[in-house]
Nanobody
């Protein structure tokens, strides 16, 4: 079982940037596809970005495409999310998650993910 801990959230003005990190322990993430999801108050959890085990395949929600970049460092057992040009509608709790997967696969559906972090709050002021 892998434990995931997110960090890097905070309060930022619209147009600013944040970098989220997800540190894994207990098991290497090299065997898992990884993803970022977010949940705003009163809304359902939604897909943000995902990356395959190899790191060679990535996917993004349309709402963040061109602004967010997902990456992974398997040697450091870490998942990253670089968020630029932040908007107030990006305000949410952000979660990282891990899913067993083949080498080149990533998932956008949260039901595929079996391990979740506790989340980190991102607040973007206008």
């Amino acid at each position: 079982q892998v434990q995931l801990v997110e960090s890097g959230g905070g309060l930022v003005q619209a147009g600013g940037s944040l970098r989220l990190s997800c540190a894994a322990s207990g098991r290497t993430i090299s065997g898992a596809a990884m993803g970022w999801f977010r949940q705003a108050p009163g809304k359902e959890r939604e897909f943000v970005a995902a990356i395959s085990r190899s790191g060679g395949n990535t996917g993004y929600a349309d709402s963040v495409k061109g602004r967010f970049t997902i990456s992974r460092d398997n040697a450091k057992n870490t998942l990253l999310l670089q968020m630029n040009s932040l908007k107030p509608e990006d305000t949410a709790v952000y979660y990282c998650a891990a899913a067993p997967a083949s080498y080149s696969t990533y998932y956008t559906d949260y039901v595929k993910y079996v391990n979740w972090g506790q989340g980190t709050q991102v607040t973007v002021s206008s």
